[in-house]
């Protein structure tokens, strides 16, 4: 099984600054099958990043993946009132397909 | 409209069984893998199994292999989760999610369409 482990817990930032997530996997993640996720509270999870880098429909290009093999990096390039939330990374090239724990980026 | 609406949820005791349903509709059902993935209260996501575009199992959680089953009607549009010898620890909110590609051959893309989950507890 691959362990995803995120990177700060916690990331408490002012709207429109630079926010920069981690993930890193316990093994290689074949063919960057790493995926990132957007939730707000009681809402459900929402796509944002694809194949580690691809952008998912109708995500704003202030979302950026990046990253290969072990690691990877969700950015945000300056954040919007909407974008505090939990992210969650997840990787998708074996069963079973895991989730991080989760980064919660809050407002400073 | 792309949509997926879960049912079945509900209060049961530890042992018992549960069933959860999953409706979908707006798009080919038959042309992409699903997923279930649950989220306890508080807590993070966790993935609990998957099913590729033609009823292929993809695997299981390790807490819940052995004791749940996933299925696909793809005729009828919906997915199920058969849930039997239920915990406490499987308590949560379990969501049904589109994958953005069939699951042949090992592709995926990641869950793009989510529905907004029926909740299970398990308590005496």
């Known amino acids: 099984e691959i362990v995803l482990t995120q990177s700060p817990g916690t990331l408490s930032l002012s709207p429109g600054e630079r926010a920069t997530l981690s993930c890193r996997a316990s093994?290689?993640?074949?063919?960057?099958?790493l995926a990132w996720y957007q939730q707000t509270p009681g809402q459900a999870p929402r796509l944002l990043i694809y194949g580690a880098s691809g952008r998912a429909t109708g995500i704003p290009d202030r979302f950026s993946g990046s990253g290969s093999g072990t690691d990877f990096t969700l950015t945000i390039s300056r954040l919007e009132p909407e974008d505090f939330a939990v992210y969650y990374c997840?990787?998708?090239?074996?069963?079973?397909?895991?989730f991080g724990p989760g980064t919660k980026v809050d407002i400073k | 409209e792309v949509q997926l609406v879960e049912s079945g949820g509900g209060l049961v005791q530890p042992g018992r069984s549960l069933r959860l349903s999953c409706a979908a509709s707006g798009f080919t059902f038959d042309a992409y893998a699903m997923h279930w993935v649950r989220q306890a209260p508080g807590k993070g996501l966790e993935w609990v199994s998957g099913?590729?575009?033609?009823?292929?199992?993809?695997g299981y959680a390790d807490s819940v292999k052995g004791r749940f089953t996933i299925s696909r009607d793809n005729a009828k549009n919906s997915l199920s989760l058969q849930m039997n010898s239920l915990r406490p620890e499987d308590t949560a909110l379990y969501y049904c999610?589109?994958?953005?590609?069939?699951?042949?051959?090992?592709?995926?893309?990641?869950?793009?369409?989510w529905g907004q989950g029926t909740t299970v507890t398990v308590s005496s």
């Open positions: 997840q990787q998708y090239a074996g069963s079973p397909f895991t």
């Open positions: 099913t590729t575009w033609n009823g292929g199992v993809i």
């Open positions: 093994q290689s993640v074949s063919n960057n099958y």
């Open positions: 999610a589109k994958d953005g590609n069939t699951g042949a051959l090992g592709y995926y893309y990641g869950m793009d369409v």
